[in-house]
């Protein structure tokens, strides 16, 4: 049964050479995005996971409005800290 339905596939992908070029090209490119994508999601995901602490880590971030735009970057002030252990305490 199975002979019979790998036959009847490769007489088609020969018959029409240009539609089977296109759809296995389609396939092939859609399952290589797909997979990318899945490894993008799971790198961001398990980001820090080999820390101790990683669900307390946080990042800061300045932003600043300038005329040309807004405008973020990740320093921030040395007397920040001060600040934010007196807010958050011991999860800074």
Do not use: C
Not at 73 to 92: H, N, W
């Amino acid at each position: 049964m199975f002979r019979n339905y790998w036959l009847v596939a490769w007489r088609l992908l020969q018959k029409d050479k240009l539609y089977s070029l296109i759809g296995t090209t389609g396939l092939a490119a859609g399952m290589a995005v797909a997979l990318l994508i899945g490894l993008w999601v799971h790198d961001e995901l398990t980001f820090n996971d080999w820390h101790a602490n990683h669900a307390t880590i946080a990042r800061i971030l300045s932003i600043e409005t300038t005329k040309g735009g807004i405008d973020v970057s990740t320093t921030a002030p040395v007397p920040m800290e001060a600040e934010l252990r007196s807010k958050y305490g011991s999860q800074f």
